[in-house]
């Protein structure tokens, strides 16, 4: 027993905890076989000699008048034999042999102190590394538990499960691996620090080791967007205008941004720039696709529409849809992407789904239609003028309060709302009966130009028309320019002879 406080000491130097805990947990396993050895109900307590450095075991009992308990008490002529200065109330130390202590007792002890030596163990680990997450670390293929590895960090150990590993690459015991720390779990049986080779911090820690922009925070890294294994798109932003964000991570020759994908094993990677602008940034980041517009539908939800050529569409989307999904992952928005065709299609769709509705019945009321008949109409489900419009005399009479005084205004009102489409077609005011005064004159000019005409009046000089010159020009400018111009065509010189 005397070389046990060595052995702690040994112990602790080899988990790199405190000696103190160590004790603490020898002392609760001495504690644990004592109770299941002596089969007693009193209470026991160990400590360590500090001149030997071995661990003594004693039964503490009370000094009282009357024993009520021998287990727990004892008379004050009894503690007088193990303390002669002790009085009615104090406690008295009874030592106990720890020789008597079997191999049951010695084994439940010895896995008592592995216990408390793995949760001291894991809360130190705690304790180093959990302030740690997203730090680049050096490893080093320690064994191989399933599909998972272990890894060894030099004062612990780390987990790298499968899902955290990309699926181009392949380890075996020793080789060593650059990993990310994840996240240390302190509850866990096994290695508290679970790393990562599949996390986008991945990308960022080994673009700040091998471009010195990055290191020194001239170029920073805006966002990470990342598939494991298929694709990483990398968002990044200069804060010196004389420096090229994108140039200073590719390097001379691609060697930075080479180094990084033989790293990663080959992974493709998308260096885009930043722009605060969401629409600029949408199109940076579904290069290599060409955009044709960007269109933002909802800047609170973060939803916009892309609208690439059809020939760029499947490039935009990208296998599987991973070009689109990075984007969007490192865009923050949702994202909607169409081809022209598509969106043509949508247009027409909408356009005709908008003239299928109709105009309202109320329409009719600037018209002279009774809001009481409107009422009436709409009860029998006829809503739209279009509907009204297809009504025969006979089947308005039909609808119940209908009477056939109302017929006709119903379809007065339903001449006068399509009789504005009709005045918008001409160029000559409704409101005038009269026609322009030169219109005669233009409707013979129109006349002259058809073969076989022959004038009633004036004879018409036809070598003086320039045929290729069309005539109706100055009508349509008179249209154009009112009804009651009055200007005589300038192409056309009627004859003063007479036949």
């Known amino acids: 027993m005397e070389t046990i406080f060595q052995s702690i000491e040994i112990l602790s130097k080899e988990k790199g905890i405190d000696s103190g805990i160590v004790l603490d947990a020898v002392k609760d396993a001495l504690l644990i076989a004592a109770k299941k050895h002596f089969r007693t109900n009193e209470e026991y307590v160990a400590d360590l000699d500090p001149k030997t450095g071995a661990l003594k075991l004693y039964a503490v009992k009370k000094v009282v008048e009357q024993v009520e308990d021998p287990a727990k008490e004892l008379t004050l002529s009894e503690a007088a034999r193990f303390d002669v200065s002790a009085t009615v109330g104090s406690e008295i130390r009874i030592p106990k042999p720890t020789e008597a202590l079997g191999r049951i007792s ?72 650059r990993c990310v720390i994840k996240v240390v779990d302190k509850a866990s049986k096994g290695p508290g620090v679970v790393v990562s080779r599949a996390d986008p911090e991945l990308v960022k820690r080994l673009f700040e080791q091998e471009v010195p922009e990055i290191y020194d925070s001239t170029v920073t890294i805006k966002g990470c967007a990342r598939e494991a294994g298929e694709r990483t798109k990398i968002a990044v932003q200069s804060r010196d205008r004389d420096v090229d964000c994108v140039g200073a991570c590719v390097g001379m020759k691609g060697m930075r941004v080479q180094s990084i994908i033989r790293e990663l094993r080959g992974e493709k990677i998308d260096i885009i720039e930043f722009s605060e602008d969401p629409v600029q940034f949408a199109t940076h980041a579904l290069s290599p696709a060409k955009i044709s517009r960007v269109t933002v539908i909802d800047p609170l939800e973060k939803h ?67 809001p009481i008949i409107e009422s009436m109409l709409e009860q029998t489900g006829v809503k739209t003028v279009e509907k009204l419009g297809e009504m025969t005399p006979e089947q308005l009479q039909e609808i119940p309060g209908i009477e056939a005084e109302m017929v006709e205004r119903i379809q007065l009102a339903v001449i006068g709302y399509y009789g504005q489409f009709d005045e918008g077609d001409t160029g000559v005011d409704p409101a005038s009966e009269t026609p322009p005064d030169d219109q005669p004159e233009s409707l013979e000019v129109e006349a002259a130009l058809e073969p076989g005409y022959e004038p009633s009046g004036e004879l018409v000089d036809t070598q003086s028309v320039n045929m290729e010159t069309p005539a109706i020009a100055p009508v349509e400018s008179e249209q154009e320019h009112g009804a009651g111009a009055e200007s005589e065509p300038e192409h056309v010189e009627p004859s003063s002879s007479k036949q």
């Open 106 to 177: 010695a084994q439940t002890a010895k896995q008592v102190i592995f216990q408390k030596v793995r949760e001291a163990e894991r809360e130190t680990v705690y304790n180093e590394y959990s302030g740690r997450a997203g730090e680049l670390v050096n490893c080093t293929v320690k064994r191989i538990e399933g599909q998972d590895l272990v890894l060894d960090l030099g004062k612990t150990e780390a987990r790298l499960p499968k899902k955290e590993q990309s699926r181009l690459e392949s380890f075996g015991i020793g080789d060593r691996v």
């Open 304 to 370: 916009m529409e892309v609208i690439v050529d059809d020939s760029q569409l499947s490039l935009a989307i990208g296998k599987k849809g991973q070009n689109v999904r990075l984007a969007a992952k490192l865009l923050g928005w949702k994202v909607d992407i169409k081809s022209e065709e598509e969106k043509r299609q949508e247009v027409e769709s909408a356009m005709e789904a908008l003239v299928a509705a109709g105009s309202p019945l109320s329409t009719l009321l600037e018209y002279g239609l009774d």
